[in-house]
C-alpha cells in the first residue's frame, strides 16, 4: 500500500499515512473501501469474496475451474483473514452489524459511485465508459 510505512527490521507497519482521504469513521470503513489497491477485499472486481469476508468462512476454495484471478483473490483474501485472526485484530466478521453496513456502503456507491464522482477518475475512462457506468448504477438502483 502506497500509505503506509513499513519497518523491514521488525517487519512491522509503523505508520498509516492518509493525507487527502483522512477522516474517522467506522471500523469496517477500511475493509469495505480500502485495501482496493493490494487485492483480497471485497471491491475485488472478482466479486464473488463478499460472503466470505463478511462471515470469515474460507473453508470452501473456488472450483478447480474458477480462473486464475479468482483463485488469487480467495488465496490473497484468505491469508488477511488468517492473519487478522492470528493477531487478533479486528476482522470483518468480527465486527456488529456489518452486513447492514455494508449494506449502507453499496448504497452510497450506487448513488454516487467514486468513478463518476471524482474528476481524476472520470479522465481516466471515455465519456462512453462514463455513461455506461451511471446507466449500470441507475438500473441497479431501480432493481
Known amino acids: 500500500m502506497n500509505n503506509m510505512l513499513y519497518d523491514m527490521a521488525t517487519k512491522r507497519i509503523t505508520a498509516v499515512m492518509d493525507f487527502d482521504w483522512s477522516c474517522i469513521s467506522h471500523p469496517s470503513e477500511e ?7 493490494i487485492g483480497g477485499g ?13 462471515s470469515g468462512d474460507f473453508s470452501t476454495p ?6 486464475a484471478e479468482e483463485m488469487r483473490a480467495w488465496e490473497i483474501a484468505t491469508a488477511w483473514d488468517t492473519a487478522l485472526a492470528k493477531k487478533g485484530t479486528i476482522r470483518p466478521s468480527s465486527i456488529a452489524g456489518i452486513r447492514q453496513v455494508q449494506a449502507l456502503s453499496t448504497f452510497e456507491q450506487l448513488l454516487c459511485p467514486f468513478d463518476l464522482a471524482s474528476e481524476v477518475m472520470l479522465k481516466r475512462h471515455s465519456d462512453e ?12 438502483l431501480r432493481e
Open 42 to 54: 471485497p471491491s475485488d472486481r472478482v466479486g464473488k469474496l463478499l460472503p466470505n469476508i463478511l
Open 31 to 37: 475493509f469495505l473501501a480500502g485495501l482496493w489497491d
Open 62 to 67: 473456488p472450483t478447480d475451474s474458477a480462473p
Open 129 to 140: 465508459d462514463n455513461a455506461k457506468r451511471l446507466a449500470d448504477a441507475e438500473g441497479t
